[in-house]
């Protein structure tokens, strides 16, 4: 067999290699890449409720109410087209609010609303320090509609 074969044969052997090795590392971590599913592709999927869903849209609208442990977050999540209400309890992350992009990990019940056990938030790159004298507790609220019940 000439060199030129030979270096062909190693060349394409260690592609064949690594095409395998890539496939094996892709279908082990299948499970742990995070996906989320649009309001339009949830209800078009007829969703399990027993299934682990993660949700991901616009926040569009947020009503709360205060609780023993933090707050009782009512939310609409969007995509532009559907629209799916969305329930959690709990302290949400500072930057839940209006307008701002969400990926809810929860489960889908049986009254069509979403039941979100964990919230999280899309924000940009850019880090902004907080100021001094800066009351953040009344920014974190300050676009949500306060309900007492």
């Given amino acids: 067999m000439k060199a030129k074969h030979r270096r062909?044969?190693?060349?394409?052997?260690?592609?064949?290699?690594?095409?395998?090795?890539?496939?094996?590392?892709?279908?082990?971590?299948k499970d742990s890449i995070v996906y989320y599913v649009t309001p339009t592709e949830l209800l078009t999927k007829q969703p399990s409720q027993k299934k682990l869903w993660r949700l991901g849209g616009l926040v569009k609208t947020i009503i709360l109410n205060p609780v023993a442990d933090g707050y009782n977050y009512r939310f609409e999540v969007t995509d532009g087209t559907h629209t799916i209400c969305a329930h959690y309890t709990g302290i949400a992350p500072?930057?839940?609010?209006?307008?701002?992009?969400?990926?809810?990990e929860g489960y889908w019940q049986a009254d069509r609303t979403f039941k979100a056990i964990k919230l999280l938030i899309k924000h940009d790159e850019t880090y902004r320090p907080p100021r001094s004298g800066d009351n953040t507790q009344h920014a974190e609220h300050s676009q949500h509609r306060i309900v007492q019940s």
């Avoid at 394409?12 to 094996?24: D, K, M, P, R, S």
């Avoid at 500072?94 to 809810?104: C, H, N, P, W, Y």
């Fill in 8 to 29: 062909s044969l190693n060349v394409a052997l260690w592609i064949g290699v690594f095409t395998v090795g890539v496939g094996l590392v892709l279908y082990a971590l």
């Fill in 94 to 104: 500072t930057l839940f609010r209006i307008q701002q992009g969400v990926v809810a």
